[in-house]
């Protein structure tokens, strides 16, 4: 199952020529991602409060095609695989179905406190595990 985001292009994200500058699809991304979690029924302040967080381990973007000024984009979200501790993800950058930035996006779960990897909760994994390809 595919987890989906949609947002348009702003002004603010673009460069001089009306292009969106590369690392604003990072921001995209990670918005989806805090949305995803929503979805879930998670938020990062409740994590947070239980002393659990999710930090970007590893990161890799493929640009496609670019995306411009007023553009709606589409991010889908699901997850690649679950080891103990980590999850890859991957999230799409579409335009009207067409993919124009592909991301592969490993984080780990985090006791806040020892900031140290722990194991991802049994609740959460199998709330992730609906979205496994």
Not at 7 to 26: F, K, Q
Not at 41 to 69: T, W
Not at 99 to 125: D, T, Y
Request: charged share 25%; hydrophobic share 40%.
């Amino acid at each position: 199952m595919l987890h989906t985001f949609d947002l348009r292009v702003y002004y603010e994200d673009t460069d001089a020529g009306g292009i969106v500058y590369h690392a604003n699809y990072l921001c995209f991304a990670e918005r989806a991602r805090t949305e995803f979690l929503h979805k879930l029924g998670l938020s990062n302040h409740k994590m947070l409060s239980e002393d659990i967080g999710i930090v970007v381990s590893h990161l890799e973007i493929d640009y496609k095609q670019p995306a411009f000024l007023e553009d709606k984009l589409t991010v889908e979200t699901s997850v690649l695989k679950m080891g103990a501790a980590t999850m890859l993800l991957k999230q799409d950058i579409k335009r009207d179905g067409i993919l124009i930035a592909g991301l592969k996006v490993s984080v780990a779960f985090v006791c806040m406190s020892a900031k140290r990897p722990i194991r991802i909760p049994q609740e959460l994994r199998s709330k992730f595990e609906t979205y496994q390809e």
